[in-house]
C-alpha cells in the first residue's frame, strides 16, 4: 500500500507545482494581451488553479498524512520530515485558501463599460501573485526537505 500512497503523493505534487508554474507563466504571457484577451487568459489560470492545485495539494495532505503513520507511531520523526509536513500543509491551505478561490474571481470577471480591465482586477491579481508565491514557494521548500534534507 505503501506503493501506492507514494504515487498519489508523487502526483499530487506534480499537479500542484506543474499547475502553480502553469499560472505563472500565463499570468505573465496575458501582460501583452488586450484587456479582454487578458480576462480569456485568466478563465484558463483559474481551470488550471481548480482541476490541477486544489486537488494536487488535497492529495499531497492527504497521501503525506497516510505515510507520516508509521513515523507517527514509532515517535521517530526526522528534521526533514518535520520540514515537509509543515511547510507542505501550510502551502496547501495558501494554495486551496487562497490561490484557488482568487483565482476563480479573477475568472469571472468581465471588462468594464469601456472596455477596460475591471476596477477589480488590479488587487485580486495582486492577491493571487501573493498566495500561489507562498504556497509554491513552501511547496518547493517541502521539495527540498524530501530532497536534499533527506540525503
Ligand atoms: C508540496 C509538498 C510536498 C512535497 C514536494 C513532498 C515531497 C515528497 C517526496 C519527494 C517524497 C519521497 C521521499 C523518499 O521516499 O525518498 C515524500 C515522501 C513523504 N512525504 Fe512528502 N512532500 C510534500 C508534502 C508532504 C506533507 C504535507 C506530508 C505530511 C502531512 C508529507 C509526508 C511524507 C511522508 C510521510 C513521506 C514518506 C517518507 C518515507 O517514508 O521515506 N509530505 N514527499
Redesign the pocket.
Known sequence: M?GFW?LV??L??TL??GGGIATMVAGISAKNFAPTERLRSYKLIGAIQRLLVGPG?IA??L???V??M??MRSGDMPGW?NL??G???L??LAAVGISVPTAAKLGRLETDARGELPEAFQALRKRQILAASIAGG???I??F???LG?G
Do not use: N
Request: charged content about 5%; aromatic content about 8%; glycine content about 14%.
Open positions: 505503501r507514494l503523493h508523487v499530487g505534487f500542484w507545482l495539494a499531497v495532505v497521501s503525506g498524512i505515510l507520516s508509521p513515523y520530515l515537509m509536513m511547510a507542505g500543509v502551502g496547501a513552501l511547496g518547493l517541502a521539495m526537505a524530501a530532497t533527506k
